[in-house]
């Protein structure tokens, strides 16, 4: 189960019993922080906390302030300064050298536009989306601040952005540049009134994962990729070994003869050969190749590889340069894996690695940053004004 699936539940059991709550959310990070922005913590009234916004440290004064923000009714920007020496007399003492933007909000749960809302908008989606979110304004009015929307990559929108039609769409703008990217993003936008900040945050859907396979050593490997929140397919020929019973986690296992491997959906981006059967996994590489699946995880030695590209060139297929990129054969980090519990992590982590764009070495041995922070930056000159109580809203109705 991701963080945000996490966050979900609890809020809708809170919500069910009528606890008051208040969100948390790291809106930007100025240095080294433990959480990234788009870190999320739910606090209810009476203290309880669900996700994390940092590594322990900041939770115990954000608890404190969440529970001023449900009182007050009111959202507010708390700023976490941990390169100050006197952080210890905070409370705080955690050594991370940065300087962390915190929004605290009290959610209404009449309000299907909060933010918890909109994030369950696209938590089920295929595509990623963008939400922006409002945390620093040239007025006294706090009560807009976290005003958001959100877009998606179908080009709908949902939620509101307390500013003049103009400025909202420099913001929509800039929302599909970073959808474009991939990159989440910090922004300033200029207005008569003074500067507006906007967080970009690029929300990813969960990593969908295939798996050929559905032999002993599969199992923990879907319970760890399922742990992470990633979606699991698994299918096998073999009934026996194709239950549901023996992979809960996943989101689905299909019972799909060797004959109809070629007549699969198109696969996701992500999928591993573990069939431990040649000519299953022949037959499943065919089905693959004509693809852009991103990853192709094949399980056993480079001379399995070889002599499967082998037979499939002598079958009239051509490969680029392209499959070398894609094609990861031994699956797997070098980690010295044994067991298939070992396995498993391994292959995870080379997954993980893949899709950050990581090389996954020691991080002893990396110099600069070791997370990619979104940027702050001042975006093209906006035109018109905030003008009073004005939103400009974009929904979906």
């Given at each position: 189960?991701?963080?945000?699936?996490?966050?979900?539940?609890?809020?809708?059991?809170?919500?069910?019993a009528?606890?008051?709550?208040?969100?948390?959310?790291?809106?930007?990070v100025?240095?080294?922080?433990?959480?990234?922005?788009?870190?999320?913590?739910?606090?209810?009234?009476?203290?309880?906390l669900?996700?994390?916004?940092?590594?322990?440290?900041?939770?115990?004064d954000?608890?404190?302030?969440?529970?001023?923000?449900?009182?007050?009714?009111?959202?507010?920007?708390v700023?976490?300064?941990?390169?100050?020496?006197?952080?210890l007399?905070?409370?705080?003492?955690?050594?991370?050298?940065?300087?962390?933007?915190?929004?605290?909000?009290?959610?209404?749960?009449?309000?299907?536009?909060?933010?918890?809302?909109?994030?369950?908008?696209?938590?089920?989606?295929?595509?990623?989306?963008?939400?922006?979110?409002?945390?620093?304004?040239?007025?006294?009015?706090?009560?807009?601040?976290?005003?958001?929307l959100?877009?998606?990559?179908?080009?709908?929108?949902?939620?509101?952005?307390?500013?003049?039609p103009?400025?909202?769409?420099?913001?929509?703008a800039?929302?599909h540049?970073?959808?474009?990217?991939?990159?989440?993003?910090?922004?300033?936008?200029?207005?008569?009134l003074?500067?507006?900040?906007?967080?970009?945050?690029?929300?990813?859907p969960?990593?969908?994962?295939?798996?050929?396979?559905?032999?002993?050593?599969?199992?923990?490997?879907?319970?760890?990729?399922?742990?992470?929140?990633?979606?699991?397919?698994?299918?096998?020929?073999?009934?026996?070994?194709?239950?549901?019973?023996?992979?809960?986690e996943?989101?689905?296992v299909?019972?799909?003869?060797?004959?109809?491997?070629?007549?699969?959906?198109?696969?996701p981006?992500?999928v591993?050969?573990?069939?431990?059967?040649?000519?299953?996994?022949?037959?499943?590489?065919?089905?693959?190749?004509?693809e852009?699946?991103?990853?192709?995880?094949?399980?056993?030695?480079?001379?399995?590889?070889?002599?499967?590209?082998?037979?499939?060139?002598?079958?009239?297929?051509?490969?680029?340069?392209?499959?070398?990129g894609?094609?990861?054969?031994p699956?797997?980090?070098?980690?010295?894996?044994?067991?298939?519990?070992?396995?498993?992590?391994?292959?995870?982590?080379?997954?993980?690695?893949?899709?950050?764009?990581?090389?996954?070495?020691?991080?002893?041995?990396?110099?600069?940053?070791?997370?990619?922070?979104?940027?702050?930056?001042?975006?093209?000159?906006s035109?018109?004004?905030?003008?009073?109580?004005?939103?400009?809203?974009?929904?979906?109705?």
């Amino acid at each position: 189960m991701t963080e945000l699936q996490h966050l979900l539940a609890a809020y809708d059991a809170h919500r069910a019993a009528g606890h008051a709550c208040a969100l948390a959310t790291v809106v930007h990070v100025e240095g080294s922080a433990y959480r990234s922005p788009g870190a999320r913590m739910l606090v209810t009234e009476d203290g309880q906390l669900t996700g994390a916004i940092s590594g322990g440290c900041l939770e115990g004064d954000a608890r404190r302030r969440a529970y001023q923000a449900i009182q007050r009714r009111r959202p507010t920007v708390v700023i976490y300064d941990t390169t100050d020496e006197d952080d210890l007399r905070h409370g705080m003492g955690q050594g991370c050298q940065g300087i962390i933007h915190i929004l605290l909000e009290p959610l209404d749960f009449r309000d299907l536009a909060n933010p918890l809302e909109l994030l369950r908008t696209c938590a089920d989606q295929h595509q990623p989306s963008v939400l922006a979110t409002v945390f620093s304004l040239p007025t006294t009015d706090q009560a807009k601040l976290g005003a958001r929307l959100l877009f998606t990559s179908q080009g709908d929108a949902q939620g509101a952005l307390p500013v003049a039609p103009e400025l909202a769409a420099a913001i929509q703008a800039d929302a599909h540049e970073a959808l474009r990217t991939g990159e989440s993003k910090t922004l300033d936008y200029q207005d008569n009134l003074g500067s507006i900040r906007v967080f970009l945050e690029v929300l990813k859907p969960a990593l969908r994962l295939t798996i050929y396979g559905a032999g002993n050593d599969v199992q923990p490997l879907v319970r760890l990729a399922a742990s992470l929140g990633w979606r699991v397919r698994v299918v096998d020929g073999r009934p026996a070994q194709a239950a549901a019973a023996r992979f809960p986690e996943a989101q689905s296992v299909h019972v799909v003869p060797l004959a109809d491997v070629t007549h699969e959906p198109t696969p996701p981006d992500y999928v591993l050969l573990m069939t431990h059967n040649y000519f299953y996994d022949l037959a499943a590489l065919r089905r693959l190749l004509p693809e852009s699946t991103a990853y192709i995880g094949l399980l056993g030695p480079r001379k399995k590889a070889d002599k499967l590209l082998e037979e499939l060139r002598a079958e009239g297929f051509t490969f680029d340069d392209t499959l070398s990129g894609r094609l990861y054969s031994p699956v797997g980090l070098n980690l010295g894996a044994e067991t298939a519990e070992e396995i498993a992590l391994s292959i995870v982590a080379e997954i993980q690695a893949v899709q950050a764009k990581r090389s996954a070495g020691f991080l002893r041995d990396t110099s600069g940053s070791i997370h990619n922070r979104p940027a702050l930056g001042a975006s093209t000159p906006s035109f018109g004004t905030i003008v009073g109580d004005a939103v400009c809203a974009i929904s979906n109705a």
